[in-house]
Each structure stands twice: as C-alpha cells, then as structure tokens.
C-alpha cells in the first residue's frame, strides 16, 4: 500500500526566503506526482503535475522535483510572499488504471510580512 | 476547475439519517472519485467511478454507496449517518491516460450531530 507522507507539518518564513517543502512515498511505482494548494476552507488548486518520467516542473517561481528510486518529490518556492500562505499537499498517482491518488497530510505554510 | 460543482456546500444532519451529496462535472471525464478529508489525515478515497454504472470501492468506502446513471453526475449516499462521517467531501475527475490531472470540486462541509 503506497503512504505518502510530508515534514514538516507546518512551517513559518519570514517573506522573501526562499523554501523547500518535502514528500516522500513508499511505492516508487507511481504514474505521477501532483501538488496541490489549498486554502482554509477551500478546495484543491493544482499547482505541479510531474510525470514519471520526468524530474522536475516550472511554473513562475514554484519548482517541483521527482527523484522515483528514493522516493522523494520537493516543492521549492522562490522569494516567498504572505499570500503564499496555505496548506500544500502532495499526491502519488499510482500505475493502476484507476489513477486513484494518495495524500501526504501537507504541509501548513505561514509567510510572515 | 474543470468545471466541478458539489451540492449542497454545507450541509448539518442528524446521525442515523440518509445524505446524499452530489457531484457535477462538464468536462466529459470517464473517472470520477469522492475523497474525504479529515485533520491528521489528508484525503482519503471513498469510492470512484470508471464509467456510467461502473464504480469501485476505495479505503474508506463502509457505510457509503455512489451511483452514476450519467457521465456528469456521481452521487455520493451516507446510508445512515454517523458521527464519524463528519468530514469535508470532495469530489474530482479526470481522464486516467496522458498526464492525467484530476480537477478538484470545492468540497461539501458534513456534519452529523
């Protein structure tokens, strides 16, 4: 059974850091890595999708990496800003044809201004 | 969002009741799941659909069924509601082929008193 997990559960910057948010699963079998946000009281927004096949995704100043043979999947998020502030969850698609996904528990950023 | 709306947003019952919360989707996904979230958690996988009348059980799926008579609607039924399945619901779809990225819906509020 793959288990995705996420340190640290929480996490506090001042604005401008730059930070790495971290997931690892058990199960390198996966079809594919999704980060999500999520706001309080909100739903999900897709932020990274990452193939198996591929090592890392781009979009403006988030970064997402895929390392399949250890298990490990890293968020990076450049020069940070207070509306960076939610909860991030990872999620491993599984080579089943079901594609159901599995959560980490995320991870409650708070950027401080 | 790929065009996902649940119904009711918020809804409060009293344990022992029927509840049935809906999905709509306008997108023509052949999948769709229902996921419940919980704190400590992260988001688990109650049941999903592979096709019109085609479902399966995920993790979580005890007192809980799902119906899908038509591709945009998955139905999401408590048989008797109990404490324990006061949780925020969420439904996604997607197409589980190519990068398949699932779309999230914004989530129903359940409590059960």
């Known amino acids: 059974k793959q288990e995705v997990t996420q340190i640290p559960a929480a996490l506090s910057v001042p604005e401008g850091e730059n930070l790495v948010l971290n997931c690892s699963f058990t199960?390198?079998?996966?079809?594919?890595l999704q980060w999500f946000r999520q706001d309080p009281g909100k739903g999900l927004t897709s932020l990274l999708l990452i193939q198996s096949s591929q090592r890392e995704q781009t979009s403006g100043r988030l970064n997402a990496s895929l390392d399949k043979s250890s298990g490990r999947s890293t968020l990076y998020i450049a020069a940070s800003q207070p509306g960076d502030s939610a909860t991030y969850l990872c999620?491993?698609?599984?080579?089943?044809?079901?594609?159901?996904?599995?959560f980490g528990s995320g991870t409650q950023l708070t950027v401080l201004p | 969002d790929a065009g996902i709306t649940q119904s009711p947003r918020h809804k409060v019952t009293e344990t022992g009741t029927p509840v049935t919360l809906r999905c709509h989707q306008t997108?023509?996904?052949?999948?769709m799941y229902w996921y419940r979230q919980d704190p400590g958690h992260g988001l688990r996988l109650i049941h999903y659909s592979y096709g019109v009348k085609d479902t399966d059980k995920g993790e979580v799926s005890d007192g809980y069924s799902v119906s899908r008579s038509k591709t945009e609607d998955f139905l999401l039924t408590l048989e008797s509601a109990t404490s324990s399945q006061t949780s925020v619901y969420f439904c996604?779809?997607?197409?589980?082929?190519?990068?398949?990225?699932?779309?999230f819906g914004p989530g129903t509020r359940l409590t059960v008193t």
């Open positions: 199960d390198s079998a996966i079809y594919n």
């Open positions: 999620a491993v698609g599984p080579m089943s044809s079901a594609r159901q996904l599995t």
């Open positions: 996604a779809a997607g197409e589980p082929t190519g990068r398949y990225e699932q779309y």
């Open positions: 997108e023509n996904h052949r999948y």
